[in-house]
C-alpha cells in the first residue's frame, strides 16, 4: 500500500467541526477565525533521515528545508505565515551540537520570513531522526486559493523551474510566497499547489480536487532547471530533461490554473512584480481523462513515474 492509499482509508476518520473552512486534501487547513476577517491557515510536515537529507547533509540546510517546506505550502494558499512548533524524533547517539545547528539554520530562516518558533517537542526514536515541524498562518477571510477551484480548459501556469531539485535545489530553495500572495490577490487565480512530489504528482491532485478530467502539458513550454539539463546532457539517459521536469520532485514552485482570458494580464503583471522569477505557461485542463504530454511526437500519456514512451 502506498502513502496516498493510506491517507484515502484515514480521511473519513478525520473529524469535522464548524470551524473548519477547508480540511484535508489541499496544502493547508482553513480554520474560521469569526470576527477578525482572516481565517487561519494550519499545516504539518516532515522530514526524515536518508529519505529528505543525509547524515552528511549540512545541518543548517537540514532545519532550513525542514521549514521551508511548510512555508511553501502557505504560499500556495495565498497566506502569510506566523507561528511553527518543531517535534525532534532523536536517535539515542544524537549530537546536540548538529541539532543546535539544525535549529540555527531554521531561526536563520524563520527570522527572514518573520515566523515566530514557538517550541516544540522532542522524543526517542529507535533509529530515524526526524523532524516535524508545524506551522500556522493566515489569509484574508474568503482570499485563500484552494487546489478546487480550477475550470475546463483553463491554463496552467509554473513559477521557476523544475527537476534536477536534487543537486542542491531542495536543500536551498525559496518558497514562493511573496508570489503565492501576490497570485491570491490578483483574484483570477482559480486553484493553485506547491510543487512536492513533481509536476506528475501533483498535478493530478490538483485536477482530483477541482473536479477536471485531464490536463495537457507542452514539452517544448516545461522550464528545466539546469541540474536537469545538465544531468540530461552529461548522458543520464534514464532521466532526459522532460522526464525530470516531470517527476523529481522536491521543486517547491507554484502550479496555478488561470481562465485564458486572464492570462496575458497575470502574466504582464507577474514580469513586472518578479522580473528575476521565470513563470511558464506549460499547457490547460481538458475534458479527455488523464494527463499527457505534447511533443514532437505526439500526445503521451504522464504518470506519476514519468510519460510513458521512457518508462
Ligand atoms: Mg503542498
Known amino acids: 500500500m502506498n502513502e496516498f492509499d493510506l ?53 543548517s540546510r537540514i532545519g532550513r528545508k525542514a521549514l521551508a517546506r511548510v512555508i511553501s505550502d502557505i504560499a500556495a494558499m495565498g497566506g502569510i505565515p506566523t507561528a511553527a512548533v518543531i517535534t525532534l524524533g532523536l536517535p539515542v547517539d544524537f549530537v546536540p551540537e548538529r541539532i543546535e545547528a539544525i535549529y ?46 480550477a475550470q475546463l480548459g483553463d491554463a496552467l501556469f509554473v513559477s521557476g523551474e523544475l527537476g534536477g531539485s536534487i543537486e542542491g535545489h531542495h536543500l536551498d530553495f525559496t518558497p514562493r510566497l511573496e508570489e503565492g500572495r501576490w497570485l491570491a490577490q490578483q483574484r483570477t487565480v482559480h486553484a493553485m499547489i506547491d510543487l512536492s512530489d513533481g509536476l506528475a504528482g501533483d498535478l493530478p491532485h490538483l485536477l482530483e480536487a477541482s473536479g477536471i478530467p485531464g490536463a495537457e502539458i507542452h514539452a517544448s513550454a516545461l522550464p528545466f532547471r539546469r541540474s ?80 510513458q514512451h521512457f518508462s
Open 7 to 59: 491517507i484515502r482509508r484515514l480521511k473519513p476518520l478525520l473529524t469535522v467541526t464548524s470551524s473548519v473552512v477547508t480540511g484535508a486534501g489541499d496544502d493547508c487547513a482553513v480554520l474560521a477565525n469569526p470576527g477578525s476577517g482572516r481565517e487561519i491557515l494550519l499545516k504539518t510536515d516532515i522530514i526524515v533521515e536518508d529519505i529528505h537529507f543525509t547524515p552528511t547533509t549540512e545541518p
Open 104 to 149: 540555527a539554520g531554521m531561526a536563520d530562516l524563520a527570522r527572514q520570513y518573520h515566523i515566530a518558533l514557538v517550541g516544540g517537542e522532542t522524543s526517542r526514536s529507535q533509529g530515524v531522526f526526524f523532524i516535524n515541524v508545524a506551522l500556522t498562518g493566515w489569509v484574508e477571510t474568503g482570499c485563500a486559493v484552494l487546489r478546487s477551484g
Open 228 to 307: 536537469a539539463r545538465l544531468r540530461a546532457r552529461s548522458g543520464d539517459t534514464a532521466k532526459p530533461a522532460v522526464a525530470a521536469a516531470l517527476t523529481d520532485g522536491e521543486d517547491f514552485e507554484l502550479l496555478f490554473a488561470v481562465a485564458p482570458a486572464n492570462a496575458i494580464r497575470l502574466l504582464d503583471g507577474w514580469k513586472s512584480q518578479f522580473p528575476n522569477v521565470r513563470i511558464s505557461c506549460i499547457g490547460r485542463l481538458t475534458s479527455q481523462p488523464g494527463v499527457f504530454l505534447r511533443n514532437e511526437r505526439g500526445l503521451m500519456p504522464v504518470t506519476a513515474n514519468g510519460f
